[in-house]
């Protein structure tokens, strides 16, 4: 990962404000939800709730916090989209198609990891990328694991085209589906990796995240209007993200074997599935990948896939359509439509101990 000099949280704020005008102020309220899914980086979430840190830090600032776990990872986005939540735990991509694309305007309030080998092309048998060429694959359409595989055929001159279609495949039934005699590639994410590779002695990981790093990140996005016009509570749930991945950069037992446990799984399971994951323990670590020169390209990369793929927003006339904005002012996409804002304010605030 490439380090920037980190920024002041005064400047940082500056810059989201001069990266396009922000919508007009939310009301000010106390009670907010956030809502999440089951995903190694995202298990915190569900640890937050249990652990009553999140109401710790909620008291501190005079406001609750409700934190719900949705069974539906797309179902969770499609929620927050309508309102029913103030933020949700989502990747970059799906951020960017799904609330922004519909018009939502969203901040990145918190940059958690980027997947380093969670999501993978799964070969049945013997074989390299290029062996998928004339072959069907089994994925999520339209999700991450099908930036993965166009991203992955593209390092080996292929693209969907080159393939015997794709076969869109719940989550829930990949791991059935891949015992199946018809099934002969899968593309997918952990746990449903580990328990492919580790149960099929033929499954052949043939590309996966850790060859582009930084590019699928895993997030927790908030309404933008509701965070402008409610900073505590960004201050309470950064605050209280934080003093969780202390916890478990410092190796807490008791907190990872609570999160091995509520995502299905042992502790040593949960600590590999946090091998493949470039968690961000360190608020400043955060903040780099937020001001990374790298970003703006990975976000031109990826809303060009979602446009291709004709989800980048209804009506969406180009790649350009929804615009990005960061921390230090600059945009990709349509400046006069800026829909999802990187900002590291909070996040330096963190690092700074200013919580």
Do not use: C
Request: aromatic share 8%; net charge negative.
């Amino acid at each position: 990962m490439i380090k920037k000099t980190l920024l002041s949280a005064t400047a940082l704020s500056i810059g989201v404000l001069a990266s396009g005008a922000l919508p007009a102020m939310a009301q000010e309220k106390t009670d907010f939800k956030l809502a999440w899914s089951i995903y190694v980086g995202w298990m915190p979430w569900g640890y937050l709730e249990d652990s009553g840190i999140m109401d710790k830090w909620a008291d501190k600032y005079g406001i609750t916090v409700d934190i719900v776990q949705i069974n539906d990872y797309v179902e969770s986005i499609n929620q927050y989209t309508a309102g029913e939540f103030d933020g949700v735990s989502a990747t970059n991509m799906d951020t960017l198609s799904i609330p922004s694309g519909g018009g939502v305007d969203t901040t990145a309030l918190i940059i958690g990891d980027y997947s380093n080998g969670n999501d993978a092309v799964i070969l049945k048998g013997e074989g390299t990328l290029a062996d998928l060429a004339g072959k069907p694959v089994n994925l999520v359409e339209l999700s991450v694991s099908h930036y993965l595989l166009a991203r992955g055929l593209d390092t080996v001159g292929l693209s969907e085209a080159d393939l015997d279609g794709v076969i869109n495949t719940s989550d829930a039934d990949m791991i059935a589906a891949y015992a199946t005699n018809d099934v002969e590639a899968v593309v997918t994410w952990n746990p449903l990796v580990s328990e492919i590779m580790g149960s099929n002695p033929d499954a052949t990981n043939v590309f996966d995240s850790s060859q582009i790093p930084g590019e699928i990140l895993d997030l927790m996005v908030v309404n933008t209007e509701t965070l402008a016009a409610n900073p505590d509570f960004g201050k309470a749930v950064v605050g209280a993200w934080y003093e969780v991945m202390s916890l478990m950069a410092a190796g807490d037992p008791e907190a990872l074997t609570a999160m091995a446990t509520a995502s299905g799984t042992d502790l040593a399971g949960y600590q590999a599935q946090l091998g493949a994951t470039e968690m961000f323990f360190d608020p400043a670590a955060a903040v780099a990948q937020a001001t990374s020169p790298d970003l703006p390209t990975t976000m031109v990369s990826v809303a060009e896939f979602l446009f291709d793929k004709g989800i980048l927003g209804e009506g969406a006339p180009s790649a350009d359509y929804v615009g990005v904005a960061y921390p230090d002012g600059s945009t990709t996409g349509d400046a006069g439509n800026v829909k999802f804002r990187y900002d590291a304010t909070y996040m330096q605030m963190a690092a700074d101990g200013a919580l």
